[in-house]
């Protein structure tokens, strides 16, 4: 089957943020900071028409679907991915920009990356999927989101980083439930740590402030042994937000006696991916 346009996104671990919540959901988002992986999802736009599928099989991502009915795609959109759902890789997020992004290539249908950004970014919002992952994929390396909102309302900026994380991962968390109940305290611990982070923009100063902010907010209780663990070991670990997932930056994972992976931190944000002519992929 004919490929005719595909993407790759990266994976997002949020490490704080706040939940900002705005008229519309072009002005709704979040502030806060990240880290973009060179783990992440590929996303094929055939010729022929068919469903969204996942290393195969049919799935349903709202957002992504909601990129297809804006963008008035009926092409099969075939994703591939080393990440799992749900568990704060922002796979949700990624497979709307890549569906928006290699969608308006397959169809000819030219726009600017700042729109097809934003129409993923809205469709991610109203799913209940994410709030600032969309924006962070596109944009690429230690993602710096300081005003919320899709490109033309948000602000992003980065911290020069290279190098890679040891990840571990054991479960699901529902972002809706979290996002969509009381946000006060983590938003407010959100403010307090991206304050920290931007009075000294550095990759160890986003570890901490990611780790402060995964307790003041009360969202590291489900990792918390892994936490321990890794500190335990003399290693630093943030949890993935928001999921079961957590990240290592100096190899205390492995020195906790978890089996890891490390995955490199991805430099340039989403991208088209050349389709050879004539060829059958994805
Ligand atoms: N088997 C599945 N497990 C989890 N989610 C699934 C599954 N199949 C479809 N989905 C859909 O995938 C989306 C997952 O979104 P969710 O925000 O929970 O996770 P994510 O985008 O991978 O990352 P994050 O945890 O960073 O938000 C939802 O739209 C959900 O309905
Ligand atoms: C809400 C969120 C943590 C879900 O992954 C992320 O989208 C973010 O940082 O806004």
Redesign the pocket.
């Known amino acids: 089957m004919t490929v005719r346009a595909r993407a790759f996104v990266p994976g997002h671990v949020?490490g704080f943020?706040t939940v900002e919540r705005g008229p519309d959901p072009a002005h709704t988002?979040?502030r806060?900071a990240?880290l973009a992986l060179a783990s992440g999802v590929t996303v094929a736009v055939r010729e022929a028409s068919g469903p969204i599928t996942l290393d195969g099989e049919p799935i349903d991502i709202a957002a992504a679907e909601q990129v297809r009915q804006a963008l008035g795609l009926d092409r099969a959109v075939a994703v591939a991915t080393d990440l799992p759902l749900g568990a704060?890789f922002?796979v949700s997020?990624a497979v709307a920009l890549g569906t928006a992004l290699a969608g308006a290539a397959a169809l000819d249908c030219p726009r600017p990356r700042s729109e097809l950004v934003g129409l993923a970014h809205r469709a991610e919002v109203a799913a209940g999927t994410?709030?600032?992952?969309v924006v962070a994929q596109a944009t690429g390396g230690l993602v710096v989101r300081t005003a919320a909102g899709e490109p033309s309302i948000g602000r992003v900026d980065a911290i020069p980083v290279a190098g890679s994380v040891e990840v571990f991962s054991r479960g699901e968390r529902s972002?809706a439930d979290i996002?969509g109940g009381e946000t006060d305290r983590l938003s407010a611990a959100g403010e307090r740590a991206l304050a920290t982070l931007l009075d000294d923009p550095r990759p160890a100063t986003f570890y901490r402030a990611s780790r402060r902010f995964g307790t003041a907010a009360g969202l590291d209780h489900p990792v918390a042994d892994v936490l321990a663990d890794v500190e335990r070991a003399g290693g630093t670990a943030i949890v993935a937000?928001?999921g079961e997932t957590v990240i290592s930056p100096d190899g205390g994972l492995s020195a906790a006696g978890y089996d890891v992976r490390r995955v490199q931190i991805d430099p340039a944000g989403a991208a088209l991916r050349e389709v050879p002519d004539d060829r059958d992929g994805a």
């Open positions: 949020t943020f988002g979040s806060g990240g704060g922002g997020g994410g709030l600032g992952d972002t996002v937000m928001l």
